[in-house]
């Protein structure tokens, strides 16, 4: 069983930065692909960013060069890096660890961008 938990949301005005992490318990955490979710009000959950086991990674094309996707295996923690900020970045931010031993996701973190 692995449990993630998001920190670091909050709010942030237009063309500001915030930084997620998404922290995992257990161990294996090398072996797993990391996805950044995000679901603003009214609207379906769409995939941000995701980074494999190698550490190659993808990006929704809304948030290309703007926001980059870094793991630390040693401690076991994902990053989202989130830079120039537009207001249709609100949204919760959800983390999802995925491999052949499962396939878990965290609560969220609620990012608002706004004047």
């Known amino acids: 069983q692995v449990q993630l938990v998001e920190s670091g949301g909050g709010l942030v005005q237009p063309g500001g930065s915030l930084r997620l992490s998404c922290t995992a318990s257990?161990?294996?955490?090398?072996?797993?692909?990391m996805y950044w979710y995000r679901q603003a009000p009214g609207k379906e959950r769409e995939l941000v960013a995701l980074?494999?086991?190698?550490?190659?990674?993808k990006y929704a094309d809304s948030v290309k060069g703007r926001f980059t996707i870094s793991r630390d295996n040693t401690k076991n923690t994902v990053y989202l890096q989130m830079n120039s900020l537009k207001p249709e970045d609100t949204a919760v931010y959800s983390c999802?660890?995925?491999?052949?031993?499962?396939?878990?996701w965290g609560q969220g973190t609620q990012v608002t961008v706004s004047s």
């Open positions: 999802r660890a995925l491999s052949m031993l499962g396939d878990y």
């Open positions: 257990g161990s294996r955490f090398n072996i797993y692909t």
């Open positions: 980074i494999t086991s190698v550490a190659s990674t």
